[in-house]
């Protein structure tokens, strides 16, 4: 693997390669098989099921684990995470984390390679990636996982697990189970996930000054098993839960939470204290803020109709 170039410094351009393109509309467009099965719901829950699981996959495994390693865990379920963030169909662990390491570095800035603010809405949510200069990766923004010669080979061939999971959905359920549990799930499942570098970037609420355009969105979060805390997860992102409060959904926390309760994981790192007073202050000065403009606002609307009571 050549690693001379550092890929996130490459000139990125705004048109994806034609052929690129074809490819990858081509398998969204398997979503369109949907209509070759009648609905019922227990195909629904295939692609529940299947959606989540490898959601799963994706924030607790490629983002949370191997991106920023805010947990521990031994070598054998260190690789069934890479596995089920594989069959995601997102491409290898390997180059996803040394990429998204790099997005943390130069977050919304020209050297972004995602950013909605620098490169367009589209641009950030899918078609960086059809880049055929980010098809490779630097091993040294990922020295702690590259080490690891089954996290190589899987990063490799990372098209095995999607393959596997396809295969085994048709074999237990046939058509329709490919149908809905790989075709229309993955569907969702992309899109879904890519919302966090292109909608959370530009809808939502802003706590921290995390010098970019990072904001929580509570629909996000639900949608990605809390993925959608972004603004506090680019405030401090050694944190295994991205929903800091109780009030803030985290689904991908509270089964690392579970998992932690059996010593399958361990280690689970939270955000110091300073950070959560912060982030209670913060929301405290916001309220008041808009407290404030409220009782402005009435006091101006009122004042017209007390200068003419007066003026009579």
Same mark, same amino acid.
């Given at each position: ?17 034609f052929?690129?393109l ?31 699981v ?9 983002h949370?684990y ?19 963030g ?13 990429h998204?390491?790099?997005? =943390?570095? !130069?977050?919304?800035t020209?050297? *972004?390679?995602?950013?909605? &603010? %620098?490169?367009? /809405? ?43 999971l396809?295969i ?32 959370? =970037?530009? !809808?939502?609420?802003?706590?921290? *000054?995390s010098?970019?355009? &990072? %904001?929580?969105? /509570?629909f ?25 409060y ?11 939470k579970?998992?932690s ?8 790192k ?7 007073e912060e ?5 405290y ?12 606002k ?5 004042a017209?109709a007390?200068n003419?009571?007066a003026?009579?």
């Amino acid at each position: 693997m050549d690693t001379s170039q550092t890929m996130v410094e490459s000139v990125v351009k705004h048109k994806a390669p034609f052929l690129f393109l074809i490819l990858f509309f081509m398998i969204q467009a398997t979503v369109l098989t949907v209509f070759t099965v009648p609905f019922t719901w227990e195909l629904f829950w295939v692609a529940v099921v299947s959606y989540f699981v490898r959601m799963f996959g994706i924030t607790a495994a490629y983002h949370r684990y191997f991106s920023h390693a805010t947990f521990k865990t031994s070598r054998v379920f260190q690789f069934v995470l890479a596995y089920i963030g594989s069959m995601s169909m997102q491409k290898g662990v390997l180059w996803w984390a040394a990429h998204h390491r790099n997005h =943390h570095k !130069y977050s919304d800035t020209d050297k *972004d390679i995602h950013s909605p &603010s %620098k490169k367009g /809405f589209w641009y950030s949510h899918m078609f960086w990636f059809l880049r055929d200069e980010y098809n490779d990766f630097e091993t040294k923004l990922i020295p702690d996982f590259y080490k690891y010669p089954e996290l190589r080979w899987l990063d490799r061939n990372h098209w095995i697990a999607p393959l596997s999971l396809a295969i085994g959905l048709y074999l237990v359920g046939g058509w329709a189970w490919l149908v809905y549990g790989y075709a229309v799930a993955t569907f969702f499942l992309g899109h879904a996930t890519w919302t966090i570098n292109s909608l959370s =970037h530009v !809808y939502g609420s802003v706590r921290y *000054d995390s010098r970019d355009t &990072s %904001k929580n969105n /509570f629909f996000l979060a639900l949608l990605t098993m809390g993925e959608g805390w972004h603004n506090n997860h680019h405030y401090y992102c050694s944190s295994v839960n991205q929903g800091f409060y109780w009030y803030e959904v985290d689904m991908s926390y509270y089964i690392l939470k579970l998992l932690s309760l059996f010593g399958i994981v361990w280690d689970l790192k939270k955000p110091p204290v300073k950070v959560l007073e912060e982030g209670l202050r913060r929301d405290y000065e916001k309220k008041q803020t808009k407290k404030a403009s409220v009782v402005e606002k009435k006091i101006k609307q009122n004042a017209p109709a007390s200068n003419a009571v007066a003026a009579m």
